[in-house]
Nanobody, 125 residues
Framework: QVQLVESGGGLVQPGGSLRLSCVVSGFPLRLQFIGWFRQAPGKEREGVSC????????YYADSVKGRFTISRDNAKNTAYLQMNSLKPEDTAVYYC??????????????????WGQGTQVTVSS
């Protein structure tokens, strides 16, 4: 059974940093690619960062380029999202996801089949 569990969210001041983790079980992470998404209250879920394949390339939403970094540790079956220079508009529930059909768009949440439960990130002074 495929499971994804996010952690690392919390309350942080503007300009601060957080690192989100996504622990994957049920399949080897090295064989899959991960997407990170977020959903703010009253808004649609949006793509933040993703891997087009398990070996890259990686993509970022324009709003987070230069501030967020996606990475992975295959030995730990864990993916990460390092978030720096956080802004109040980054406040949202963040999700990791995996397994999408070949050829589907990396940053589009709709094709992904497996999702974590989400972790809340709040950026506020």
């Amino acid at each position: 059974q495929v499971q994804l569990v996010e952690s690392g969210g919390g309350l942080v001041q503007p300009g601060g940093s957080l690192r989100l983790s996504c622990v994957v079980s049920g399949f080897p992470l090295r064989l899959q690619f991960i997407g990170w998404f977020r959903q703010a209250p009253g808004k649609e879920r949006e793509g933040v960062s993703c891997e087009d394949t398990a070996l890259g390339p990686t993509y970022y939403a324009d709003s987070v380029k230069g501030r967020f970094t996606i990475s992975r540790d295959n030995a730990k079956n864990t993916a990460y999202l390092q978030m720096n220079s956080l802004k109040p508009e980054d406040t949202a529930v963040y999700y990791c996801a995996t397994r999408r059909p070949p050829g589907s768009t990396c940053l589009d949440p709709k094709p992904y089949n497996y999702w974590g439960q989400g972790t809340q990130v709040t950026v506020s002074s």
